[in-house]
Nanobody, 118 residues
Framework: QVQLVESGGGLVQAGGSLRLSCAAS????????MGWYRQNLGKQRELVAV???????NYGDSVKGRFTISRDNAKNTVLLQMNSLKPEDTAVYYC????????????WGQGTQVTVSS
C-alpha cells in the first residue's frame, strides 16, 4: 500500500507561480513512477507531468516549458513547480504513483485545488 498526501495548492494571479508537493508513505520502494494529473468538472483527468524512479520526465503539452517536476528520493516527495500560470491551469491537481510488480496498482492522493485568476 502507498499513501499520497498533496499540499501547496491555492489561489494565484495569472503569471504567478505555485509549487505543489506530494509526500509518499507506505511501500515506497515499490514505486516506479510518480506524477501529477489534473481535472476540472465535466472534463477528463489529464496528465500534467510524471517522473520515473530514474529521473526521466514527461509533460503534458499544455504545461511544457512552464512546469517542472522533480523528485526528492530522500524525502519520498515529488514536487511540481508551476510558473507562468494561466487561468486554464485552474483545476484539482492529483498526485499519482504507479507501483511495480507484484503490486502493480495505481495510487492517488486526495487532490489539491489550484485556482488561477485572470
Amino acid at each position: 500500500q502507498v499513501q499520497l498526501v498533496e499540499s501547496g495548492g491555492g489561489l494565484v494571479q495569472a503569471g504567478g507561480s505555485l509549487r505543489l508537493s506530494c509526500a509518499a508513505s507506505g511501500s515506497i520502494s515499490s514505486i516506479i513512477f510518480m506524477g501529477w494529473y489534473r481535472q476540472n468538472l465535466g472534463k477528463q483527468r489529464e496528465l500534467v507531468a510524471v517522473i520515473s524512479s530514474g529521473g526521466s520526465t514527461n509533460y503534458g503539452d499544455s504545461v511544457k516549458g512552464r512546469f517542472t517536476i522533480s523528485r526528492d528520493n530522500a524525502k519520498n516527495t515529488v514536487l511540481l513547480q508551476m510558473n507562468s500560470l494561466k487561468p486554464e491551469d485552474t483545476a484539482v491537481y492529483y498526485c499519482n504513483a504507479l507501483a511495480g510488480r507484484p503490486d502493480g496498482r495505481v495510487y492517488w492522493g486526495q487532490g489539491t485545488q489550484v485556482t488561477v485568476s485572470s
